[in-house]
Nanobody, 115 residues
Framework: QVQLVETGGGLVQTGGSLRLSCAAS????????MAWYRQAPGKQRELVAA???????RYADSVKGRFSISRDNTENTMALQMNNLKTEDTAVYYC?????????WGQGTQVTVSS
């Protein structure tokens, strides 16, 4: 199993940037898929971005060109660089690791974008 801790959330204005980080309690080198999800008030939890062990990435259409997901297998961390933030990005962001057959979730970090 793995414990995941997200950091880096906070309050920013539209157009600003934040970098979220997810620290894992064990090696992530063998974890095929890691991802960032978010959940805004009154909305379903949605996939923001995902990255495989081989470096393939996937993004929600709403964040393409603004967000960038990365992972550092030597430090057992995953990051989400968020640029040009919009009010619609306001949500709790979760780090997720898929370790077959289970998904492991962090506690979440709040991102609030104000206009």
């Amino acid at each position: 199993q793995v414990q995941l801790v997200e950091t880096g959330g906070g309050l920013v204005q539209t157009g600003g940037s934040l970098r979220l980080s997810c620290a894992a309690s064990r090696s992530i080198a063998s974890i095929n898929t890691m991802a960032w999800y978010r959940q805004a008030p009154g909305k379903q939890r949605e996939l923001v971005a995902a990255i495989t062990s081989s470096g393939s990435t996937r993004y929600a259409d709403s964040v393409k060109g603004r967000f960038s997901i990365s992972r550092d297998n030597t430090e057992n961390t995953m990051a989400l660089q968020m640029n040009n933030l919009k009010t619609e990005d306001t949500a709790v962001y979760y780090c997720v690791a898929n370790i077959f057959p289970s998904n492991y979730w962090g506690q979440g970090t709040q991102v609030t974008v104000s206009s």
